[in-house]
């Protein structure tokens, strides 16, 4: 157990609204990433951070936005929901030595 | 870029069975490699892994698997499939260097009574 926890778990929203969902680590870890997995895509990367206030954008970033201000914390943004965004979230952190990755439980986010 | 390529989305076996799920990489330089299982609704757990050493690796609930360099391989592999193992295996490769890991898109095991 990394000490990964996600929120919120679940949330209903609506087309144009902002969301957001937070990651919250206990180790101080270094990389984190946030993932979204839908049926035939797998896991997709959107962003990951390498350390406070460094970020970089994934393979799916677009409509997408992050903050890491502080080491523990990783925010993904969704500044206007689209129901292309309707997906499961996953945050997951690496163990550096060893390059395995630890995932939270994941976000199911319904945009209607 | 690196890829990696999982042998189809569903695999089908009975119980009592072999179970063969494969996963090759596409890298020159062997990558670090990792297999992952989803339990229905969690996230990703790491299942075993590759990194260097002995190339025949054994992980949890008797699975193992075994690194070809010469076949840029990595299948997963367990003599005697159980219904408990019938959810989704992740196949991951993780260059020299990097710590961004490339995923596979996802094998779900299947099996019969």
């Known amino acids: 157990d990394a000490g990964i926890t996600q929120s919120p778990r679940h949330k209903v929203t609506e087309t144009g609204t902002p969301v957001t969902l937070r990651c919250h680590q206990t180790e101080n870890h270094r990389y984190m990433y946030w993932y979204r997995q839908d049926p035939g895509h797998g896991l997709r990367l959107i962003h990951y951070?390498?350390?406070?206030?460094?970020?970089d954008k994934g393979e799916v970033s677009d409509g997408y936005s992050v903050s890491r201000s502080k080491t523990e914390d990783f925010l993904l943004t969704l500044e206007s929901a689209t129901s292309s965004q309707t997906s499961v979230y996953f945050c997951?952190?690496?163990?550096?030595?060893?390059?395995?990755?630890?995932f939270g439980e994941g976000s199911r986010l319904t945009v209607l | 870029a690196q890829s990696v390529t999982q042998l189809g989305s569903h695999v089908s076996v009975s119980e009592g069975a072999l179970v063969l799920l494969r996963c090759n990489y596409s890298?020159?330089?062997?990558?670090?490699l990792f297999w992952y299982v989803q339990y229905p609704n969690q996230g990703l757990q790491l299942l075993l892994k590759?990194?260097?050493?002995?190339?025949l690796v054994k992980g949890i609930n008797g699975f193992e698997a075994e690194f070809k360099k010469s076949e840029t391989s990595f299948h997963l592999t367990k003599p005697s499939a159980h219904m408990s193992d019938a959810v989704e295996y992740f196949c991951a490769a993780l260059s020299g260097g990097s710590y961004i890991p490339t995923f596979g898109r996802g094998t779900s095991l299947i099996v019969h009574p």
């Open positions: 951070s390498y350390g406070v206030k460094d970020t």
């Open positions: 590759y990194t260097t050493g002995a190339t």
């Open positions: 890298s020159s330089v062997p990558p670090y």
């Open positions: 997951a952190i690496t163990w550096e030595n060893t390059g395995e990755l630890f």
